[in-house]
């Protein structure tokens, strides 16, 4: 199975960026789904999560109001949409797929990973 994330790039401070992360319909309509980021020299770190339905969802204290999670049913993509990036937000991002909701993933959560896809926040 694979999860295709995409959207990363170089932006300065205060810029957005919006990733996307598309998956097989079977996997994309249970459980629920989220991001990780890893910076250099640093372990993976949860950053947000959303249900199959879409109902629930959550972030992490350091990007709320900053990062929203959503997803598209149609597309099978959920998407992390970045504003007022900063210089800490700099990382590889992984989309995740888990067979269950939870506000909190932990690696060992997750079934299926995507690729990463670096975002490069400049000062």
């Known amino acids: 199975v694979q999860l295709q994330a995409s959207g990363g790039g170089l932006v300065q401070a205060g810029g957005s960026l919006r990733l996307s992360c598309a998956a097989p319909?079977?996997?994309?309509?249970?459980?629920?789904m989220g991001w990780f980021r890893q910076a250099p020299g640093k372990a993976r770190e949860f950053v947000a999560s959303?249900?199959?339905?879409?109902?629930?969802?959550a972030v992490i204290d350091s990007v709320k109001g900053r990062f929203t999670i959503s997803r598209d049913t149609a597309k099978s993509t959920m998407y992390l949409q970045m504003n007022v990036l900063k210089p800490d937000d700099t990382a590889i991002y992984y989309c995740?797929?888990?067979?269950?909701?939870?506000?909190?993933?932990?690696?060992?959560?997750?079934?299926?990973w995507g690729r990463g896809t670096q975002v490069t926040v400049s000062s």
């Open positions: 995740a797929a888990s067979p269950y909701y939870s506000n909190k993933y932990f690696p060992s959560d997750v079934a299926y």
């Open positions: 959303i249900s199959s339905g879409g109902s629930m969802s």
């Open positions: 319909g079977r996997i994309f309509s249970s459980g629920g």
